[in-house]
């Protein structure tokens, strides 16, 4: 199986600055490294997502990073604002017909400056 | 957008009881799963499926069962209900067959409390 731990479970940040949320998994045969936001009330949604053959990937002010060394990725919440308040949730697999295990999530408080 | 319906959204029952949570898709998704949301735990696998007929254990399996009657349609069954699964479940679908790939299309939800 897999095990992903994720770290730190609340995250308060203030608005406009940076946002880090960091993962570890323990399965070297991970491939595939989604993250999901859920709003208060909502089901999770996919918001970004790396495979192992990156390190990067950037979209609409988030970036994953991926260091497969170390086992570790990671989300970078970019000019945090309000509209970020949510649970996000780390996850890994190791591809095709393996299910995904999710980390225990982390709450993501924006705050004024 | 994919759609994954959950029946009920809120269920209340005793300890001992029985339960069943019902998850519909209609994308023609060939794989569903049932995760269960707890504070501190994150989303955790129960079990999933790989189309009709087929069932896979997942991490936390015990003291649920699962069928998968129709490519659309997965079931979660509580038999002996205990307080401890008190807890928020979501079924998902995915085909990893499509450019999608393993994007998880979640339900809203299904609320149930053991009392």
């Known amino acids: 199986g897999e095990q992903v731990e994720q770290l730190p479970s609340i995250l308060r940040v203030q608005e406009g600055s940076s946002a880090s949320i960091n993962c570890t998994y323990e399965n070297s045969a991970s491939n595939y490294f989604p993250w999901y936001k859920q709003e208060p009330g909502e089901n999770p949604k996919l918001i970004i997502d790396i495979r192992s053959n990156m390190e990067r990937k950037q979209t609409q002010g988030l970036i994953v990073l991926l260091d497969k060394k170390a086992k570790r990725f990671s989300l970078h919440i970019t000019d945090t604002q309000p509209g970020d308040s949510a649970m996000y949730f780390c996850?890994?697999?190791?591809?095709?017909?393996?299910?995904?295990?999710f980390g225990s999530g982390t709450k993501v408080i924006p705050c004024l400056p | 957008e994919a759609a994954v319906t959950q029946s009920p959204r809120n269920k209340v029952t005793v300890t001992g009881g029985n339960v069943t949570l019902s998850c519909r898709q209609t994308?023609?998704?060939?794989?569903m799963y049932w995760y269960r949301q707890d504070t501190g735990h994150g989303l955790r696998l129960i079990h999933y499926?790989?189309?009709?007929?087929?069932?896979q254990i997942g991490d936390v399996p015990d003291g649920y069962k699962a069928t998968r009657t129709t490519q659309e349609d997965f079931f979660l069954l509580l038999e002996l209900a205990s307080p401890s699964q008190t807890s928020l479940y979501f079924c998902?679908?995915?085909?990893?067959?499509?450019?999608?790939?393993?994007?998880?299309?979640f339900g809203h939800g299904t609320k149930l409390s053991v009392l």
């Open positions: 996850a890994a697999s190791a591809g095709f017909a393996s299910a995904l295990t």
């Open positions: 499926s790989y189309g009709a007929g087929n069932l």
């Open positions: 994308n023609s998704h060939n794989y």
């Open positions: 998902a679908s995915s085909d990893p067959s499509t450019n999608s790939n393993e994007r998880l299309f």
